[in-house]
């Protein structure tokens, strides 16, 4: 029996406008509370100087359907914190890979949050300069490459550890980590390392910086040391 297409539209966009319910901050809170994640599609740069604390960057700005996907399992329920005017963007990125599970979005954005005076969080932004210059000094670095293992075995930093960012999916990953370190976390070019670092941020690592742009930037600064591959 052939579905009736208009119904099936009707029914889709009928699912979208329950799912995009704008919350108040108590609502909001409430379904954290029950279990719902925070998904944070701001940009990855504006997400790292203040969010929600236990938000998951996965930014528009970004493969956000790819990795949302890879990250997010389909039946985990969520609730958004989206720029203005990106509530419906944001849901149909996550609905184009089966997660549909949005519980609302927080009403007025991330701005709402600050002016009801509610905790916020963030995670320090370094240049790779700043790297260069903490390397010799701090014998409890350790910098965290999330790039995929290809890219880490074309050339990385010199005891560098390949963590892919894929591999996150699974908390006892981040639990290995040591969380007496100094964590210096980067990918090619600063977006997977926000994502990375959110997600050891929510487990409650606070010694954490995210380096700015990433290895592209860092192959540009000659007094860290590189690895490259064997000719």
Known sequence: MMINAKKLIEQMENKITKSLQPLTVASFKKSVQK??????TRPSSVFTE???PGS???????????????LIPLDQPIVLITELGKEQESFTQLANVGIVKIEGYLD?????????????DMIIDIEPDELAMDIPHDNKLEILDVRKPEEFDAGHIKGAVNLPLDAMK?????AQIDDENN????????YR?????????RQGFHNIR?????????????????????K
């Not at 279990?35 to 944070?40: A, E, Q, T, V, Y």
């Not at 007025?108 to 916020?120: A, D, L, N, S």
């Not at 995210?210 to 064997?230: D, S, T, Y």
């Open 35 to 40: 279990g719902s994640w925070i998904l944070d």
């Open 50 to 52: 203040s969010f929600v």
């Open 56 to 70: 998951i960057s996965i930014g528009l700005d970004g493969s956000i359907s790819d990795w949302a996907a890879a």
């Open 108 to 120: 007025g954005g991330f701005e709402t949050w600050t002016k009801e005076g509610q905790k916020i």
């Open 170 to 174: 699974d908390m006892l990953t981040i």
């Open 183 to 190: 964590l210096y976390i980067h990918c090619a070019g600063g």
């Open 193 to 201: 390392s926000v994502i990375a670092a959110s997600l050891i941020k």
């Open 210 to 230: 995210n380096i700015a742009g990433g290895f592209n930037e860092i192959c540009k600064v000659k007094n860290i040391p590189l690895a490259h591959p064997k």
